[in-house]
């Protein structure tokens, strides 16, 4: 079956910290695996876009890594600021067919960053 | 640029009432469209998709159903509201082919059914 299991479900951290998400999952066939952030009330807006054999890829202060033989990602934020406080979505997409791909969505991590 | 609006932003309506959700798409042709239901504490959850106009794909059986009157344009409805129906929509586009893999989402429409 395929899923997209994020963790944790909820983070609350401080102003300036780092700090990681996870994100496993089943999808397969593999075709890229996507982070998406979404402000409350707002609809996702990409981060970042990973394939089968990228292993890390950034954007700002935002790095996405992935191991695709354990099938896990993760999303380091370096020295977070206020407004990083969103739900960050993990999507794996697969190939149905040639004509249109379809996206595995996980449940998204809740970060709050606190002054 | 490709823009991407849905409107209206936020809508209360009670049970038994009907529904009409738009969004349109800017800047491209012959987009792929997408409609997901996000419900508080839940996953995005695919509702339907199109290919082409008047081309409409089920994802999952519910109260709702999605038109696409318009290449750029993508209708969700349904005739009896349930409480059930409550969530937050989200229409998205992609590109054809390989592009599909990359979705790019609209602001949402917040729905209550009282």
Same mark, same amino acid.
């Given at each position: &079956?395929?899923?997209?299991?994020?963790? !944790?479900? /909820? %983070?609350? +951290?401080?102003?300036?910290?780092?700090? =990681?998400?996870?994100?496993?999952?089943?999808?397969?066939?593999?075709?890229?695996?996507?982070?998406? &952030?979404?402000?409350?009330?707002?609809? !996702?807006? /990409? %981060?970042? +876009?990973?394939?089968?054999?990228?292993? =890390?890829?950034?954007?700002?202060?935002?790095?996405?890594?992935?191991?695709?033989?354990?099938?896990?990602?993760?999303?380091?934020?370096?020295?977070?600021?206020?407004?990083?406080?969103?739900?960050?979505?993990?999507?794996?997409?697969?190939?149905?067919?040639?004509?249109?791909?379809?996206?595995?969505?996980?449940?998204?991590?809740?970060?709050?960053?606190?002054? | 640029?490709?823009?991407?609006?849905?409107?209206?932003?936020?809508?209360?309506?009670?049970?038994?009432?009907?529904?009409?959700?738009?969004?349109?798409?800017?800047?491209?042709?012959?987009?792929?469209?997408?409609?997901?239901?996000?419900?508080?504490?839940?996953?995005?959850?695919?509702?339907?998709?199109?290919?082409?106009?008047?081309?409409?794909?089920?994802?999952?059986?519910?109260?709702?159903?999605?038109?696409?009157?318009?290449?750029?344009?993508?209708?969700?409805?349904?005739?009896?509201?349930?409480?059930?129906?409550?969530?937050?929509?989200?229409?998205?586009?992609?590109?054809?082919?390989?592009?599909?893999?990359?979705?790019?989402?609209?602001?949402?429409?917040?729905?209550?059914?009282?």
């Amino acid at each position: &079956k395929n899923q997209v299991e994020q963790s !944790p479900q /909820s %983070l609350i +951290i401080l102003e300036g910290k780092n700090c =990681t998400l996870q994100c496993n999952y089943t999808v397969s066939p593999f075709s890229n695996l996507r982070w998406y &952030k979404q402000d409350t009330g707002r609809g !996702p807006v /990409s %981060l970042t +876009i990973m394939t089968f054999s990228e292993n =890390t890829k950034s954007n700002g202060r935002y790095t996405a890594t992935l191991d695709a033989d354990t099938k896990q990602s993760s999303l380091h934020i370096t020295a977070s600021q206020l407004s990083d406080s969103a739900s960050y979505i993990c999507v794996v997409s697969v190939r149905r067919g040639s004509t249109l791909g379809r996206l595995y969505f996980g449940r998204g991590t809740q970060l709050t960053v606190w002054p | 640029s490709q823009t991407i609006h849905q409107w209206p932003a936020t809508l209360v309506q009670p049970v038994g009432s009907p529904l009409s959700l738009e969004c349109t798409v800017e800047g491209t042709s012959n987009p792929n469209l997408y409609w997901y239901r996000q419900a508080a504490g839940r996953g995005l959850q695919l509702l339907f998709y199109s290919v082409g106009i008047g081309q409409i794909s089920s994802e999952v059986p519910q109260n709702l159903s999605a038109s696409r009157p318009q290449d750029r344009q993508f209708i969700l409805s349904s005739k009896k509201l349930l409480l059930s129906d409550s969530g937050f929509y989200l229409c998205a586009w992609s590109g054809t082919g390989a592009a599909t893999d990359t979705q790019y989402f609209g602001p949402g429409t917040r729905l209550t059914v009282l």
